[in-house]
């Protein structure tokens, strides 16, 4: 069973700290890698979505990148506002499987 | 913009009644899916749907039925609620892998914050 860790669980940074954070997954036979946020007491929201050829995306200021081979992929966050201050999680799936595998995501808060 | 819509925001419920928790997307997708997450234990897969009248268990469906009889509405039945049911119960849909059909993810709605009494 594909187990998803995210690390750390939880991060505070001055305001303008570029950051990044972490996803490792165990089966690297993934299919997509997804970036989400999470507002307290909210649903998630897509960030990025990164497909198994791709080794990178970008959005703004946000940056996720994957690497099948070494099962990680980083959420780089450049010039942090906090109004960037959430929960991440990443989430990954196989091929013909459409069920999604989820970490227990990392809470940040940047300070202003 | 897909859109997944959960009819309530917050429900108040008593012990032993039965609950129906709504979801409808927008986007003629395939797949919906019915989470609820809690502090520690991360989003957990209750049920997940593949197609009209098709479910699938997930990790934790015991106390738990679903129902998908149109392609756009999922939904979440709690047959017979009890105060551990309490929790935030998440809905999503996604389109399915075609042949090579990469690039696909999640979408999900707003949330439900259920309190059993």
């Known amino acids: 069973k594909q187990e998803v860790t995210q690390i750390p669980a939880a991060l505070s940074v001055p305001e303008g700290e570029n950051l990044v954070l972490n996803c490792s997954f165990t089966?690297?036979?993934?299919?997509?890698l997804q970036w989400f946020r999470q507002d307290p007491g909210k649903g998630l929201t897509s960030l990025l979505l990164?497909?198994?050829?791709?080794r990178e995306q970008t959005s703004g200021r946000l940056n996720a990148s994957l690497d099948k081979s070494s099962g990680r992929s980083t959420l780089y966050i450049a010039a942090s506002q906090p109004g960037d201050s959430a929960t991440y999680l990443c989430?990954?799936?196989?091929?013909?499987?459409?069920?999604?595998?989820f970490g227990s995501g990392t809470k940040l808060n940047v300070k202003p | 913009d897909v859109k997944v819509t959960q009819s309530s925001r917050y429900l108040v419920k008593r012990t032993g009644e039965k609950v129906f928790l709504e979801c409808v997307q927008d986007m003629d997708h395939e797949n919906m899916f019915w989470y609820r997450q809690d502090p520690g234990l991360g989003l957990r897969l209750i049920y997940f749907s593949y197609d009209v009248k098709m479910k699938e268990k997930g990790d934790i469906p015991e106390g738990y039925s679903v129902s998908r009889e149109k392609k756009e509405r999922f939904s979440l039945i709690l047959e017979s609620a009890s105060t551990n049911q309490t929790s935030m119960y998440l809905c999503?849909?996604?389109?399915?892998?075609?042949?090579?059909?990469?690039?696909?993810?999640?979408?999900f709605g707003s949330g439900t914050r259920l309190t059993v009494v």
């Open positions: 989430a990954v799936n196989r091929y013909n499987f459409n069920k999604f595998y």
């Open positions: 089966d690297s036979a993934i299919y997509n």
């Open positions: 999503a849909s996604a389109p399915s892998a075609g042949t090579g059909g990469e690039g696909y993810g999640y979408t």
């Open positions: 990164i497909q198994s050829s791709q």
